[in-house]
């Protein structure tokens, strides 16, 4: 299993600011994911972090407005840029583990309100 | 075709019941299947794997269908415990390691 860190756990910002928030994993992984939650929704897919290249985004999500870094195996950030009242959700980093039992752990989530 | 889709539920049932969830997939290549659980305000936490046909744990069963592209989840001897957001995870069409959350099914168990 894996340990995974994630912070802050909930901000409250001005619209047009931006926040970075930050994902500790305890152990190297080599696959690690970013998942935003709206409220009453299910997980969407933001962008996959790779490892010393720059991120794969999803449809919909553009590398302007969610910068990501994957400096090494173990860390990654995810900025929300230029905030606006539509960016408010829960974000969600998580780290694909092979092997036996294999699965995706996530980490507990950071709680975005944009006034 | 959605790439998952699920019942939203609620369902509302009483302590003891047994209770079956559906879910359906479209990517006929999916190998893997999964079952999270999410309670309130917390992150999803993985409940089962589903690899070949079926799975079980305890009071949970899970079960792949591959020719009708459905799983389902049941759960019996529901306790109060039981009750939170269950959510179907499939692979994404270009990467099995990227994987899609349906929207869930709530389940509420009652005294």
């Known amino acids: 299993s894996a340990v995974i860190s994630q912070k802050p756990s909930r901000d409250i910002c001005q619209r047009g600011t931006s926040l970075t928030i930050q994902c500790q994993v305890d152990s190297q992984v080599t696959m690690m994911f970013w998942y935003r939650q709206q409220p009453g929704q299910s997980l969407t897919l933001i962008a996959t972090a790779n490892q010393g290249s720059e991120a794969t985004y999803e449809s919909g999500f553009v590398i302007d407005k969610f910068p990501i870094s994957r400096p090494n195996l173990t860390f990654s950030t995810l900025t929300v840029s230029n905030m606006s009242p539509e960016d408010s959700s829960i974000y969600l980093c998580?780290?694909?583990?092979f092997g036996e039992g294999e699965k995706l752990f996530f980490g507990s989530g950071t709680q975005l309100s944009v006034l | 075709r959605k790439e998952v889709e699920q019942d939203p539920g609620p369902f509302n049932v009483p302590e003891g019941a047994t209770v079956a969830f559906n879910c359906t997939y479209s990517?006929?290549?999916?190998?893997?299947f999964f079952w999270y659980r999410q309670d309130c305000r917390k992150e999803p936490k993985l409940l089962m794997s589903?690899?070949?046909s079926g799975n079980e744990d305890g009071r949970f069963t899970a079960q792949l269908n591959r020719a009708s592209q459905y799983i389902s989840l049941l759960i019996r001897d529901s306790k109060l415990s039981d009750s939170a957001t269950y959510l179907c995870?499939?692979?994404?069409?270009?990467?099995?390691?990227?994987?899609?959350f349906g929207s869930g099914t709530r389940l509420l168990v009652r005294p």
């Open positions: 990517n006929s290549a999916s190998q893997s």
């Open positions: 995870v499939v692979p994404g069409m270009d990467s099995s390691y990227k994987l899609i």
């Open positions: 998580s780290a694909y583990l």
């Open positions: 589903v690899y070949s």
